[in-house]
């Protein structure tokens, strides 16, 4: 296991510098977008969590951000919570959703867990809607939140605050799962992606690792849900459909499968690219987006984040290479 | 104008005033105001369409409301101002309408918003365009709930809203089978139950007697034959079909093919020919009635319609990538017309206060592509521009409409 070296410490504490300063720079609809990066970026880093380290695919994590987003709504609208209050609540409501999910599951490998979650993701607006529940979900007319305000002493804008919110929660869950994956049961997680039977072997408990990655794969996607239902102040059946399962897919592969960082790059490629394509086109935006998808797989097969790497590494080789002669 | 009479002096006075008098329009110009997104040159609209995504078949409306404005501006615009309308795609997935709506409103600044597609898009920016006071007009969609003055004073509804259309069924029937047995069929969702409510409402005390059974379904059943067959049952000889397509064909074909063969009443959200009638069979829904506010495209007796060719001279001249068989291009043809309507009554104070004053004061607007006779009314107190239908009966081949048209205020 390998630690953080002097400079990527630095490296690291100049861009948290920059993301505080970020919001006091651009206008708050920009704030408010920036915000949905950080809630997406905690998604994907817990889909990647269980696709890119656990080998096992998901297309149905939209379902686990809508679990999240409405045990949320449901808390501050029906019962009064505080918004901060809800945060927790949704994670551990996704994690018991996701471990529960996950110990059927286990029997299905590849392309079979593949469906299994896909029939999640696609029956999960119908069960919102559904009549047994529809007065804490609000049926398809969904669920009004009042926005937050800043707490006074701050002085910041509501847009402002949420993000400051956000951000605290993604170096909280960044810091955790960078202990998680760079610690012993990262190492089992991989080693079953790539190698079960020797996993096993070595005993690892692999039914174990796998549900509980599930788990916590679900309890960061749910609160990531949270974080996005506040910022955007309405949750509805129609906000979480099948889609959004696979953006967040698509968000984790063109990020970087097994990477951390790439979470963030994947986030702001689900963010911005829709919008531009929109620009482009009104006509076929999801033929431009798959034209977009398509030259960033070609151009990048390991994600942004394994093209900033190859990159570095190029970078660091020249360099090297100077100084000795 | 006062602020133009605070500038001149005494001895220029009583020349000014014959100038003022004499230039009346001009000096009027000169006291323009202007809110966010309008000048002297422009105004700025915004609007959100699901051009990708689920709803996609409805971006046809945005587009013709952009090919629309162009053909305008090279006219000369409205009062000399060219209409900017910056459309965005929402893919009908609520979040991003909010933030493509804060895009509008905040970056783009916009004077007005027009036209947004969607319940649940709507709802989802319901509250926030309310608390920053930008007018949201003649959103696209059918929910009652828009024309809430007193709570959401920024927000005007365009469709005749479904309570209005259960108000113009309980209406004819009272007047023209006051001893009918009705029963109904409604899905259980807040759709349902708003043309459900405009139905009781309507049928008012008479109501109790007169309905003698209600039936849901759930989007997510297979069918709807075991609710029709308790519908049968119930003694019912007119039966109200509230559903969405699919079950729509479902019911026209069982209410037949069971022996029922009731006075069927389709509501508007299931009287498409082509995706519900077709199917369940054209011969099953011979003598159906439903409710319309605007001409069919495919209705031959409007081939003539002097409306109508004006309208498929725009479309094949300057909308080629539209279908001229979707009504939707009619619609959209429509809600544009009335959008041009309050930026003309606006005259020269655009700012937003008086953008959502002149939306909330249509008196007796006409739009040629509406049913001859119809106009669209709103006051401060009635945010329903359109609360007047007239029933057609189904051929066999076309709706073809009939009686006079029917107005509720229903809401």
């Not at chain 1, 651009?26 to 970026?41: D, E, G, K, S």
């Not at chain 1, 093209?307 to 090297?320: K, S």
């Not at chain 2, 319901?126 to 959103?139: E, R």
Request: proline fraction near 4%; charged fraction near 15%.
């Amino acid at each position: 296991m390998r630690g953080l070296d002097r400079r990527q410490l630095a490296g690291l504490a100049v861009l948290l510098v920059l993301a505080c300063a970020l919001p006091f720079l651009v206008a708050n609809y920009r704030v408010f977008q920036i915000t949905l990066v950080l809630a997406y970026a905690i998604a994907l880093l817990g889909l990647n969590m269980l696709t890119g380290y656990n080998g096992q695919i998901s297309l149905g994590h939209g379902a686990f951000y809508a679990i999240g987003a409405y045990t949320a709504a449901i808390l501050m609208d029906k019962a009064g919570w505080p918004y901060w209050a809800t945060i927790p609540v949704a994670g551990a409501v996704c994690f018991v959703a996701g471990f529960l999910f996950g110990l059927p599951a286990l029997r299905l490998e590849g392309l079979y867990l593949a469906l299994a979650t896909f029939a999640l993701g696609v029956a999960m607006p119908q069960i919102l809607k559904h009549k047994s529940i529809e007065e804490w979900t609000g049926g398809v007319q969904g669920i009004v939140i009042v926005k937050p305000d800043a707490p006074a002493w701050t002085g910041l804008s509501q847009d402002q605050w949420l993000y400051f919110f956000c951000l605290a929660w993604v170096l909280l869950l960044f810091v955790l799962g960078w202990n998680l994956l760079r610690g012993r049961v990262g190492r089992a997680m991989v080693a079953i992606r790539d190698q079960p039977i020797a996993a096993q072997a070595m005993g690892v408990n692999t039914a174990m690792v796998k549900s509980l990655t599930f788990g916590v794969s679900a309890l960061y996607t749910g609160i990531a849900g949270a974080l996005g239902a506040i910022a955007v102040q309405f949750v509805a059946p129609d906000s979480f459909s099948f889609f959004l399962s696979i953006t967040l897919l698509t968000g984790v592969v063109i990020g970087g499968l097994a990477s951390i960082s790439g979470a963030f790059f994947g986030a702001v490629f689900i963010q911005f690219i829709p919008n531009i394509a929109d620009e482009i086109s009104k006509a076929a935006p999801w033929a431009i987006y798959g034209i977009v998808l398509i030259a960033f797989m070609y151009t990048m097969p390991t994600g942004v984040a394994g093209f900033v790497r190859i990159a570095r590494a190029r970078l660091a080789r020249r360099r090297g290479g100077s100084t000795v002669r | 104008m006062s602020q133009h009479r605070t500038r001149i002096n005494r001895r220029t006075a009583l020349g000014a005033g014959v100038a003022v008098a004499a230039l009346g329009g001009r000096a009027f110009a000169q006291a323009a105001k202007y809110g966010p997104g309008a000048s002297a040159t422009e105004i700025k609209l915004g609007q959100t369409m699901p051009y990708s995504g689920p709803a996609s078949a409805y971006g046809t409306i945005g587009k013709l409301h952009q090919e629309y404005f162009k053909v305008l501006n090279a006219s000369g615009g409205v009062n000399g101002r060219k209409i900017t309308l910056i459309s965005l795609d929402d893919g009908y997935s609520p979040p991003k309408t909010v933030e493509q709506v804060r895009r509008l409103v905040e970056q783009d600044e916009v004077l007005a918003l027009f036209q947004t597609l969607g319940t649940p898009c709507n709802s989802a920016i319901h509250k926030y365009v309310n608390a920053k006071k930008v007018p949201h007009l003649l959103l696209a969609t059918g929910a009652t709930k828009w024309g809430d003055p007193k709570n959401y004073p920024w927000t005007i509804g365009f469709n005749l809203s479904y309570q209005s259309e259960g108000a113009i069924y309980a209406k004819w029937l009272l007047k023209n089978k006051p001893n009918a047995k009705v029963g109904i069929l409604y899905q259980n969702d807040d759709y349902g139950k708003d043309v459900l409510k405009g139905v009781k409402d309507g049928l008012g005390a008479a109501g109790a007697k007169m309905i003698v059974k209600e039936a849901t379904y759930e989007v997510s059943d297979p069918t709807v034959d075991s609710q029709i067959l308790t519908l049968q049952g119930s003694g019912a000889d007119t039966f109200i079909n509230i559903t969405t397509p699919k079950f729509g064909a479902q019911a026209v074909r069982k209410a037949w093919d069971s022996g029922w063969k009731p006075l069927h009443i389709i509501n508007n959200v299931s009287a498409s020919i082509g995706s519900v009638l077709i199917p369940a069979g054209v011969e099953k829904a011979v003598g159906a009635v439903t409710v319309q506010y605007y001409k069919d495209p495919n209705d031959p007796q409007w081939k003539d319609d002097p409306a109508m060719l004006e309208w498929r001279g725009f479309m094949g001249k300057y909308y080629r990538d539209g279908d001229p068989k979707d009504a939707s291009n009619i619609y959209a043809y429509i809600t544009v017309q009335t959008m041009v309507q309050i930026l003309k009554q606006c005259g020269n104070d655009l700012t937003r206060e008086n953008v959502m004053r002149q939306a909330a004061n249509l008196k007796n607007f006409r739009s040629n592509l509406l049913l001859p006779g119809m106009s669209m009314n709103t006051s401060p107190t009635d945010f329903y521009p359109i609360e007047q239908g007239q029933l057609a009966k189904f051929t066999g081949q076309l709706w073809e409409g009939f009686g006079d048209l029917i107005s509720t205020n229903a809401g």
